[in-house]
């Protein structure tokens, strides 16, 4: 089965740290552009960062200067460095993967079951 699953999620003090991590499993052969977006409460899901393939990445001008996107192509793993929380960080985060190849379904879209976020002043 071709999935994507998170980790890294929690609780953190306003100014505090958390890392995520999304990895895909089930025969990947490859994977496009990967992202992460998050969904607060009462709020449309938003777009928070991307990376390509070839690494090229773009942020929401809320996070920029605070969150750092990653990935290894090697391990079809994709990582969200989230630094200076802040309250309205708060969300279900979710990752995101495009164009991805496997032997039995060919290219897909995979959403990740999210992850929660909680920053507290």
């Known amino acids: 089965q071709v999935q994507l699953v998170e980790s890294g999620g929690g609780l953190v003090q306003a100014g505090g740290s958390l890392g995520l991590s999304c990895a895909a499993s089930?025969?990947?052969?490859?994977?496009?552009?990967m992202a992460w977006y998050r969904q607060a409460p009462g709020k449309q899901r938003e777009l928070v960062a991307r990376?390509?393939?070839?690494?090229?990445?773009n942020y929401a001008d809320s996070v920029k200067g605070r969150f750092t996107i990653s990935r290894d192509n090697a391990k079809n793993t994709m990582y969200l460095e989230m630094n200076n929380l802040q309250p309205e960080d708060t969300a279900v985060y979710y990752c995101?993967?495009?164009?991805?190849?496997?032997?039995?379904?060919?290219?897909?879209?995979?959403w990740g079951q999210g992850t929660l976020v909680t920053v507290s002043t």
């Open positions: 995101n993967a495009g164009g991805v190849l496997t032997f039995t379904r060919g290219y897909s879209e995979l």
């Open positions: 990376i390509t393939g070839g690494l090229a990445t």
């Open positions: 089930g025969g990947v052969l490859k994977i496009g552009a």
